[in-house]
């Protein structure tokens, strides 16, 4: 999956709103179907949202449309614009590719920590 690199986490309060980059070298993003998946403490890995490379997107029923995923092929970018954030919503979130198999990837980044503090 090469290098993977997300940012934009950071401590909000409910009702809040972050934007989450992922960065990828050359043409990674635009040439796959991407996701971003997030883990809470104790819990393990969920995917919260999926585009594929036509633009279809997907998300998970806790998203409940206060999520948004999108690409930028120009800048080979993955963005997920969160918004009305609840403390539920607390964890690390990772991009990675999206594919059936998604909870075998060897390969994860580091994340980006977003707290929701309530």
């Known amino acids: 999956q090469g290098q993977l690199v997300e940012s934009g986490g950071g401590s909000v309060q409910a009702g809040g709103s972050l934007r989450l980059s992922c960065a990828a070298p050359?043409?990674?993003?635009?040439?796959?179907?991407m996701g971003w998946y997030r883990q809470a403490p104790g819990k393990q890995r969920a995917l919260v949202a999926s585009v594929t490379t036509g633009g279809a997107t997907n998300y998970a029923d806790f998203v409940n449309g206060r999520f948004t995923i999108s690409r930028d092929n120009a800048k080979n970018t993955l963005i997920l614009q969160m918004n009305s954030l609840k403390p539920e919503d607390t964890g690390k979130y990772y991009c990675?590719?999206?594919?059936?198999?998604?909870?075998?990837?060897?390969?994860w980044g580091q994340g980006t920590q977003v707290t929701v503090s309530s």
């Open positions: 050359g043409r990674f993003i635009s040439l796959n179907d």
């Open positions: 990675n590719t999206y594919g059936a198999n998604w909870q075998m990837y060897p390969y």
